[in-house]
């Protein structure tokens, strides 16, 4: 990944060198066999949200969280907690 591209598709905010990508992250979860694919989804989406707390410019990182909160739930119930 370009670290200095700044876009909603591949921006600085999905890069955690020198970890791992985030999508690479995301893919070892929820390719697990024991989650079901619809929930799988939504916890792949909530990672994302959770690593890039804090790193997008124009957002705090309260909104990331909640964000993530609500993938999680709807991970669980099926639901959004959130009205979107």
């Known amino acids: 990944m370009n670290p200095t591209k700044n876009n909603k598709v591949a921006g600085i905010h999905y890069d955690m060198k020198p970890y791992h990508e985030t999508i690479q992250i995301i893919e070892d979860v929820v390719t697990r066999e024991n989650i079901p ?7 792949g989406n909530a990672i994302k949200y959770l690593l ?15 964000k993530a909160e609500n993938y999680l739930h709807r991970a669980l119930t099926g639901e ?5």
């Open 52 to 66: 890039r707390v804090g790193k997008k410019q124009g957002e705090n990182w309260q909104d990331d969280v909640e």
């Open 80 to 84: 959004w907690k959130c009205k979107r």
């Open 37 to 43: 694919r619809k929930s799988a989804y939504a916890i």
